[in-house]
């Protein structure tokens, strides 16, 4: 399986949330992880926030983002590009699209462009239905 790993569903693993353990599978089984740098900006300071309002300890917050930089590494990351700003410009279906969920989508067009049979990894619903309208498979199902 090839994933565009959008930050709804890389959030719900990282914080322990009862859907990152399907999230965390999809991860492991997948053969090609791609994320935007969107993605990682997201967790992290998603990661602070949750330190920040002591939803999270400083050593669970420090234990989560070693988890993200680890899973990462493996990961080809997307900047966001003239291309994926440009197509970020434009209407989706299901609009209002927000700003960085269009950027998220944009992504998504690219690499799909550039990958073949490419699924993405979210648990946003906005996302998701953008996502399917657009031809795109979602995951998990």
Known sequence: MRLYAESSAV???LLGETTG???HEALDRAQFVVASDLTLVECDRALIRAETVDALTEAQAT???ARLRTASSYWHLLHVDDDVVSRARRR???QPIRTLDALHLASALVVAAAVEDLAVLSLDHRIRTASSELGLRVVPA
Do not use: E, K, T, Y
Request: glycine share 8%; charged share 35%.
């Open 92 to 94: 989706f279906p299901g």
């Open 11 to 13: 959030l719900a693993w």
């Open 63 to 65: 234990d989560r983002r």
């Open 21 to 23: 353990r399907v999230v």
